[in-house]
Structures are given as structure tokens and as C-alpha cells.
């Protein structure tokens, strides 16, 4: 089977490596050719798939399946801590258990200088574990994609090649990509805004370990993260028409001013976008659409996503051919799963975003999870929650039925009548009596 991959991003990268495991259990050869223009060997923009790169560590367990491990130096924070900063106060919320972990990683080559020590890209990294498998990376563009029992691409450089399955992993960053032969309709995107912050090692060293999540109270921001990357820290903002000076206005808050110091540098800055719905369809004869350019999860853990998909549908034309039915069995399931997913993930979201917006509502969710911290790691249900929503280590659907749990909302509802009560005490009213006695 000869296949081309447009995209070498994780999903494009995932798609080779899980192809050739596969062939390899069947014993059969197949071709696998990458599409990438960028060179991920290349410090700051023009080597960076733009992205906070933060990643749950189960996602790291599921490559090490295929023999992919990432090294130190790829790695480069560990956290364990989240604080919210809400207008109601800061909640702090350590990591509820061990498979909940998170790492940092940079997707491009660092924003400098390329660093001695090469690459530090999540993407360079991948995309060289693929071509060590057996991949022909082609450092050319795709421009259209013909879709049929005889799938053609044309790339930049007009040259038409023909393939048995064409596999779209470009993301939603790139120039579209015509495809003809099904009404292939990219998923719709929201806009984001990112820069990186070069910290001296002593300011670094509050930051490390912890990321933390800005929910302002402004209309147009959902919300902005602080990312700890060894000596530097990525910014990123997600918004509804995000203007050009977001991130200069939202570096002088006092709460980001309060944690990053007023010395931060700003080394590089993008305003990529973020996949928020499904393309349609997600896959034809000899055709399929996998990571962003498919379907991802809202919002969170996208590099996750990219395997997922990258997995099932590998899978499907490995074992079962290229054929649109093949994918209806072998691929759609999953894609079925991420889409209602989303649903649970879209409303968790706006009622985030109403809590966010209104201290009276935010200020008993504070307490309580101030409250949970100090009880031990079962009983934290709201910070487990919490910390689910910002990394993405649990599915929504999970997440929903956690923030639905009896107890959940028999401790939020005492705190809401006991903060009417007791006022900005709370906390302290908390932790002498606990809630369930209130
Ligand atoms: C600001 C921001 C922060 C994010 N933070 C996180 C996070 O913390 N954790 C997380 O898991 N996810 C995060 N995401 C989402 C994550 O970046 C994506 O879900 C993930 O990169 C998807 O991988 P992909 O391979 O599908 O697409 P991409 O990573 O976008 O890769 C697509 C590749 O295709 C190439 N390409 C594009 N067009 C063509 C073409 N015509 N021909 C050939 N190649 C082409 C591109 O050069 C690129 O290398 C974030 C996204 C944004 C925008």
C-alpha cells in the first residue's frame, strides 16, 4: 500500500509510526511518504506548530506502546501544581493522583537561537522517529487532493503523484488545501494568541511546576495560561476576536504582572487557531482526515487527540484497506466518541465561563476547593474536576457526571448558603468546622 501523509505535525507523525506497526504485525510492506514544508530544526516561528505543549503523561504511557519514549531533554517542565486566578481570589490545585500528570514540551526548536542540544521540538522529535521507521519525508507543500478509488495529490510544485490512501494531517494553520472528489468542509476554528517570555533562572524557579490559568472577567477573553518551559514561559490567550494588542494588555494585568514580574521579555509571538468542531466528512475512498484537520478535542490535550485518531485510523487501513466502508467500521466510532465528548466539554465551558464572570458564584467554588486540599486525594472531587477541565488528563463526559456526583453539589450548595452567611470567612469557617457540618 502506498500512502502519502500531508502533515507532519503529531497526527501526520502518529498516523506513519502506528502504520508501520501494524503492517509489521500482518507482516506486509506498505510506503509511507510525509508532506512537511517546515523544518522543525528551526528555532522561533517558521519551525513551530504554535501550541502551549502541554501534555497529560498517559498520552506519553500510549507512545510508549510503539517504542516512542521522549527524551529528557524534549521535556521540559513537569507540573504538578494549577492555580486559577479568578476575580474572586487565586485557587490553588496540586495534582489529585499520579496519572494525572502533565508535562511542557516546545513544539518548534525553542524560540532563540537553535539550542546546542537539538531538537527540543515535540515535532522534530516525532517526525524523526517516523522517518526512522521508514518514512520519505518530502519538504514539499500539498495544494489539492483528489479523492477516489485512484487518490492523486498535486503539490506545490504541480508535480501529480498517485497513491492508495491519502491521509490529511495538515491542521487548521496551513493554506486550505482543495479537495475534490468528496465535499470535504475543514472544521471551523477560533482564533488564539501566543508569545514566549524569556525568565532569568531565579524568576523562573517560582513558576516551575505550576501552570497558571488566568479566567478574567473580560467578554472577549475565555482565558490565558502561563506555561513553565525551563528558562522560558509560553503565553497563550483563547478568545473570541482577540485584537492585536491582547497580549500586551493582558501581560499588564496586575495578576500576570504579579506572577511574571515587570521585566518579562517577549521573544516571539503568533496568533495561531484552534480547531473548535468536527470537518465533515472525516474520510472518503482512499481518503482520511485525522488530528485538527479531522476532529479533535475541544480545547484541550490536541496532541493526545492526534494520536487517538492517528491510532484508529491507521488501524482501519492497515487491517481492513483504504475503503470508505472500511473507515464507517473502523474509524467512525472513535470520531462518534470525541464529537459527543465535545458536547459535555462545550457546556462544562460556558458554565465556566458564566462562574467566571460572577465572584458570588466563583467565591464558594474557591472555599470549597480551598477546603478540599487539605482532605485527602479521594474526597477532592471538585479540584479533580478542576484540574480534568485545564489539562485534559479525564474525557468530559467523566467530568460532567463528577461535577453532577451528590456530593459534589451537596458541599457546593452548603457553601453557597454558608459564603451568603459568613461572608469572605468562609474559608476559615471551613476549615474549623468542614463543610458537611455546616
Ligand atoms: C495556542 C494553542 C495552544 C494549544 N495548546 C495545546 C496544549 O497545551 N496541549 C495540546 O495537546 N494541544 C494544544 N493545542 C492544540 C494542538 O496544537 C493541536 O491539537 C495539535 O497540534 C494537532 O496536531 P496536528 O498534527 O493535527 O496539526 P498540526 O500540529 O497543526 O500539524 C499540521 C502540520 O501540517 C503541515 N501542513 C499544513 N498545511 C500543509 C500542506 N498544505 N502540505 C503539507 N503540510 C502541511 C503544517 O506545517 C504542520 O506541521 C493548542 C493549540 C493552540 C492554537
Redesign the pocket.
Known amino acids: 500500500m502506498r500512502i502519502a501523509v ?7 507523525a502518529f498516523f506513519a509510526c502506528y502504520a508501520f506497526h501494524y503492517a509489521r504485525q500482518l507482516g506486509r510492506t506498505i510506503s509511507v511518504d510525509i ?4 523544518d522543525f530544526f528551526r528555532a522561533a516561528r517558521p519551525g513551530c ?7 497529560p503523561t498517559y498520552v506519553l504511557d500510549e507512545m510508549a506502546e510503539i517504542g516512542i519514549s521522549l527524551p529528557s531533554r524534549v521535556i521540559r517542565s513537569r507540573i504538578s501544581d494549577y492555580s486559577l486566578h479568578m476575580s474572586a481570589g487565586t485557587l490553588d490545585v496540586a495534582q489529585p493522583d499520579k496519572k494525572a500528570a502533565v508535562v511542557s514540551v516546545f ?1 518548534g526548536n525553542g524560540p532563540l537561537q537553535p539550542p546546542p542540544e537539538r531538537p527540543i521540538s515535540l ?1 522534530a522529535f516525532l517526525l524523526s522517529e517516523a522517518v526512522s521507521r521508514g518514512v520519505r519525508l518530502r519538504s514539499i ?3 489539492a487532493i483528489e479523492v477516489g478509488h485512484e487518490p492523486r495529490l498535486r503539490t506545490m510544485s504541480d508535480e501529480v503523484e498517485r497513491y492508495d490512501l491519502v491521509v490529511l ?7 486550505q ?1 482543495h479537495v475534490e472528489g468528496i465535499p470535504y468542509r475543514p472544521p471551523k476554528t477560533q482564533s ?1 494568541a ?1 508569545t514566549e517570555i524569556f525568565m532569568s533562572p531565579d524568576a523562573i524557579q517560582s513558576l516551575e511546576g505550576r501552570v497558571h490559568i488566568f479566567l478574567p472577567s473580560d467578554k472577549n477573553l475565555m482565558f490565558g495560561t502561563l ?1 513553565p518551559k525551563k528558562n522560558y514561559v509560553s503565553i ?1 490567550l483563547l478568545g473570541n476576536n482577540l485584537s492585536r494588542d491582547s497580549l500586551s494588555l493582558f501581560l499588564s494585568r496586575p495578576e500576570v504582572v504579579g506572577q511574571l514580574g515587570v521585566q518579562s521579555r517577549a521573544i516571539c509571538a503568533c496568533r ?4 473548535v468542531s468536527p470537518a465533515k466528512p472525516l474520510y472518503g475512498p482512499g481518503f482520511v482526515a ?4 479531522g476532529v ?1 478535542r475541544l480545547y ?7 494520536l487517538r485518531t492517528s491510532r484508529a485510523a491507521a488501524h482501519t487501513a492497515i487491517f481492513y484497506g483504504p475503503s470508505g466502508d472500511a473507515f464507517i467500521r473502523g474509524y467512525e466510532p472513535l470520531c462518534r466518541e470525541i464529537i459527543q465528548d465535545n458536547r459535555f466539554g462545550r457546556f462544562l465551558f460556558s458554565f465556566t465561563h458564566v462562574f467566571q464572570h460572577r465572584s458570588a458564584l466563583s467565591h464558594p467554588h474557591m472555599m470549597t476547593v480551598k477546603w478540599e486540599q487539605q482532605q485527602p486525594p479521594r474526597r477532592r472531587r471538585l479540584s479533580r474536576l478542576i484540574w480534568g477541565m485545564f489539562t ?1 488528563s479525564d474525557p468530559y463526559r467523566k467530568l460532567f457526571l463528577m461535577s453532577m456526583d451528590i456530593r459534589v453539589q451537596y458541599h457546593l450548595f452548603n457553601c453557597l448558603i454558608a459564603d451568603t452567611w459568613y461572608g469572605r470567612d468562609l474559608h476559615s469557617v471551613l476549615v474549623t468546622k468542614g463543610s458537611m457540618e455546616l
Do not use: W
Not at 6 to 12: D, F, L, V, Y
Not at 300 to 306: C, S, W, Y
Open positions: 500531508i502533515g507532519g505535525g503529531p497526527a501526520g508532506f512537511e514544508p517546515r506548530n504554535m501550541c502551549a505543549g502541554l501534555i513544539r515535532d507543500a500539498v495544494r494531517a495538515a491542521g487548521v494553520n496551513g493554506p488545501i488564539m501566543q506555561v497563550s495561531p487557531r484552534i480547531a485525522v488530528g485538527d484537520s479533535t484541550k490535550n490536541g496532541i493526545g487527540n492526534a485534559g
